[in-house]
């Protein structure tokens, strides 16, 4: 499968990324420490910290209907439009889980304060039992070590879908890559070989842990996929790295940003799990929004609703 990204685009996003170190503070939504139930679950979501968005990783904003989207947002027209990077933490019962871990030490000051904020608000790492991966995106994996490269979570297992980690640990499909990805694919690989022998793959829709299961989202990464807590008739979706920007793309949901391995995969599968969603009226929220809500159909894209 070639990558739709040009190595142009990439080379300029990946340049961009240090621009989270300079974001400003306002226009970012805080989810954090405000908990919520989902049947006998208990989600807590932590701000990790914040991204910068620009123009140079949706090039697609960069468009009158983009500007307009932004000045109403009160936002700077060339970026950085500061995204929440989340963690969650689950608990039921004696059970506590994570989905994904952050940034860690991976991508500069701003990033990585998971860990810090998981502990504060009482979720000791030694008793977390397993981290659900949405994919081995850096500002999702990169938590999972500790400094020094060693597993953060000592007791546990990393669960995380098959294709995923036949993508990341693919040397066919490193050195296809441009080389600015080399660093990507060090950091998933990484992860992985932390908790070598506690790694648990599951093939497409298969359960997480009970009560749990993934549903795949492919496009922005191969293995890519969300995850749908249901006890009885309560259910919820974590949809992950579906939009980056809920600003841009619930209006705009062809628009994608540079790090999509495969952009018109992930802009079809955006619309599919959007579509669906406004027909289950299944509440979502995920890893780079600040809200949660029902999707709603709105004009030609969908909107987030309470
Ligand atoms: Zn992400």
Redesign the pocket.
């Known amino acids: 499968m070639p990558p739709s990204l040009s190595r142009r685009a990439f080379l300029s996003g990946a340049a961009a990324l240090p621009l989270a170190a300079t974001l400003p503070r306002a226009g970012l939504t805080l989810p954090l420490n405000a908990p919520f139930t989902v049947g006998a679950f208990t989600v807590l979501p932590i701000l990790d910290g914040p991204f910068g968005l620009s123009p140079v990783l949706m090039p697609q904003a960069e468009s009158m209907e983009g500007e307009k989207l932004v000045e109403r947002a009160g936002l700077p027209a060339q970026g950085p439009w500061p995204q929440p ?1 989340n963690v969650f933490a689950i608990k039921r019962g004696e059970h506590t889980y994570l989905v994904d871990a952050g940034a860690g030490a991976t991508l500069g000051p701003d990033l990585g304060k998971a860990a810090e904020r998981l502990a504060a608000v009482g979720v000791d790492a030694a008793k977390v039992e397993a981290v659900l991966m949405t ?1 081995l ?1 850096a ?2 994996a990169g938590g999972l070590m500790a400094a020094g490269g060693g597993a953060f979570f000592p007791n546990a297992e990393i669960v995380v879908q098959q294709e995923e980690v036949a993508f990341w640990t693919d040397d066919g499909a490193m050195s296809r890559m441009p080389t600015a990805m080399e660093a990507m694919f060090n950091i998933a690989r990484g992860a992985l070989t932390a908790y070598k022998g506690r790694v648990r793959t599951v093939a497409g829709a298969g359960t997480a842990v009970p009560g749990i299961s993934f549903v795949p989202l492919p496009g922005h990464t191969p293995g890519h996929a969300g995850l749908l807590l249901a006890d009885g008739k309560d259910q919820f979706l974590i949809f ?2 579906t939009i ?1 920007s809920a600003l841009l793309q619930f209006p705009h949901p062809s628009w994608t940003v540079v ?1 999509d391995v495969d952009q018109s995969l992930a802009a079809a599968t955006r619309k599919g799990i959007l579509d669906r969603l406004v027909t289950d009226g299944i509440p979502v929220t995920g ?2 929004i600040a809200d949660r809500g029902r999707i709603v159909a709105r004009n030609m894209g969908y909107a987030m609703v309470d």
Request: no cysteine; net charge negative; charged share 20%.
């Open positions: 990077v994919h995106h500002d999702h992950a790295d980056h790090f890893s780079h």
